[in-house]
């Protein structure tokens, strides 16, 4: 999980620039007639978000998209600002949606770590707040694993997640992902969420949510089992030459530098601290992976 800076630009350019691209001229006045209620929108969302409240925002039904979201402009209307207008490529609006693309730090997608970023999410799925479509505050850079593996119903304190632009600093800060080697037919690794104690029942849901919406737990045990064996190869060779006394020793220090290097909650941290803890892996079960 990674946190990400505010993107730098409001709601208004995004959607004042989408409308523009809109032909029917009945709908250009009606949306243009909104634009109050979605800068107030706006600064609810970012008032809610900051304050950890963001699950208290109204879901509308999902389907019919003629139904009206929002004074006289209807949920398909919504939903087409973003897919005709903003996503489209060859729109003007389409700069903003690559801007927002871009804006995480080694193209990596902020929920997982792991994927490339190929797409924008919505936070609070479209389909379901449909206002809130071209919103910037809304709108995540993400991989595909992580986009279509969501939830797109209404986001509830049961199953809301965490929000790359308004992450508790406890979340980075404070240690609450671990590994486990298990020692079985097939050595594996195995990854879960425990939250400090003291850290509050909403900030400890959210990222226990987390794990679970986007099934992290399976896909780090899946970049785990490569660099397991990258262990044992290292165990391995010193061992071999010698420098067997040292491994402890050795396995805490890459364990910190994999902490400095990839973050405190990485499944690369994670790992390293595992294998570093794990006497019998380091003494006897590396040989299994040779």
């Known amino acids: 999980m990674k946190t990400l800076s505010k993107p730098g630009f409001g709601q208004d350019p995004v959607f004042t620039t989408c409308v523009q691209g809109v032909a029917d001229t009945g709908a250009t006045t009606r949306l243009n007639a ?86 924008l999410d919505h936070f609070l799925p479209k389909g379901s707040y449909s206002t809130l479509s071209v919103l910037p505050l809304n709108l995540v850079p993400a991989c595909r694993d992580c986009n279509t593996g969501k939830l797109g119903g209404a986001v509830t304190a049961d199953n809301i997640t965490l929000h790359p632009y308004f992450l508790d600093a406890s979340v980075s800060r404070d240690e609450w992902l671990f590994a486990t080697i298990v020692n079985a037919q097939i050595i594996h690794v195995e990854f879960r969420a425990t939250t400090p104690p003291a850290w509050t029942a909403s900030v400890s849901q959210r990222v226990v949510n987390h794990v679970s919406e986007f099934d992290l737990a399976k896909r780090y045990g899946i970049q785990a089992a490569g660099r397991l064996t990258y262990y044992a190869d290292y165990i391995n060779r010193l061992m071999t030459s010698g420098a067997g006394y040292a491994i402890a020793e050795l396995l805490r220090v890459n364990a910190a530098s994999e902490r400095t290097a990839y973050g405190v909650n990485s499944w690369q941290a994670a790992l390293a601290k595992a294998v570093s803890e794990d006497a019998w892996f380091s003494s006897q079960g590396y040989t299994q992976l040779l």
């Open 34 to 119: 909104i634009r109050p209620q979605l800068l107030e929108q706006e600064r609810t969302y970012d008032l809610l978000a900051s304050s950890g409240r963001l699950e208290q925002w109204p879901p509308h039904s999902r389907g019919d998209n003629h139904l009206l979201a929002l004074g006289a402009v209807s949920r398909g209307e919504f939903k087409g600002l973003y897919t005709d207008q903003m996503a489209r490529a060859g729109k003007p609006a389409r700069n903003y949606y690559d801007q927002l693309r871009v804006s995480a730090p080694g193209n990596l997608c902020p929920y997982c770590g792991i994927g490339v970023v190929e797409t």
